[in-house]
Nanobody, 122 residues
Framework: QVQLVESGGGLVQAGGSLRLSCAAS????????MGWFRHAPGKEREFVAA????????NYADSVKGRFTISRDNAKNTVDLQMNSLKPEDTAVYYC???????????????WGQGTQVTVSS
């Protein structure tokens, strides 16, 4: 089992920045690829970003490329999502997820956090 706890959400104006963090516990963190997903009201949950177990490979949704950056610290068992140039359409509950993988997959995650709300006002 892997336990994931997100933090860092909040309310920000359009054009602003937020940094989300996810703390992991329970298994060897460095064995897992980590991902961020989001779920907005009335929409399906969507992939945002992923990072491989080593941090050497990343993957982003087209909608966030160039604005969001995913990173991880295997010594601290954390994965962060730096979000810049935020838009109202980025408003959603953001979830951290984990799966065993050597790459940065967009699907197939086994463990999920409880989510943190991000609201971007226009």
């Amino acid at each position: 089992q892997v336990q994931l706890v997100e933090s860092g959400g909040g309310l920000v104006q359009a054009g602003g920045s937020l940094r989300l963090s996810c703390a992991a516990s329970g298994r060897t963190f460095s064995n897992y690829a980590m991902g961020w997903f989001r779920h907005a009201p009335g929409k399906e949950r969507e992939f945002v970003a992923a990072i491989s177990w080593s941090g050497g490979s990343t993957n982003y949704a087209d909608s966030v490329k160039g604005r969001f950056t995913i990173s991880r610290d295997n010594a601290k068992n954390t994965v962060d999502l730096q979000m810049n140039s935020l838009k109202p359409e980025d408003t959603a509950v953001y979830y951290c997820a984990a799966r065993r993988s050597f790459i940065a997959p967009m699907v197939g995650y086994d463990y999920w956090g409880q989510g943190t709300q991000v609201t971007v006002s226009s």
